[in-house]
């Protein structure tokens, strides 16, 4: 009987190295939930306690933190310095808030991020595409009208009437007035020939003496 209790407590004392041991090197990963890591460790501890292991709670805390991933490295010396007396139930709870608090900050961060650089991108320049099978434009020559067709087809600004223009129109008056002439005789020969005639402002002169 001795020896059976012996043999059973040895194996337990097995097992329970190995569920200390994955306790002690369990660590969080980046990607794992927080909820999911600590029910984990909370199995380990379970598992230690039914196998005659005891840990008290402070040193369940301090295993936990310690097991934590690098992102919850201000909560854990938050909850250090304030030395809170919770169980790992209100600790799930705590690190269940700061997780989420995380997620919502890293998602507002990311959202600025985005229009930051979609605000910096260029606008890609606008390149028409060339359209396939367009026929080549043609130039249309204009056919020349020829003149007397021309003349036929305009109307007089004068007398409203096709076939000649204003400046040849017959009904145009012919502004008629008086012309002035000025004319100065000198006769040279009771005269002497240095005597002045004062200009009359002529513009032609004629003279008999030749």
Sequence with gaps: MLNLRELFGHQNRSVRHLAMKKLINAKMTDFTPVRDHVLTMMGYLAEIETLGGSLDVDSQLDIVLHSLSSKFEQFRLNFLMVKKDVALA????DLQAAELLQKNSSEVHMADARASSSGVKKKKRFVPKKAANVAPKVNKLKTKIPPEEFKSKTKCFKCVQSGHWKSVCPNK????????ALVVETCLATCSAHSWVVDTGATDHVCMSL
């Design 90 to 93: 209100e600790l799930l709870i």
């Design 173 to 180: 008056k012919i502004k008629r007035g008086i012309s002035h």
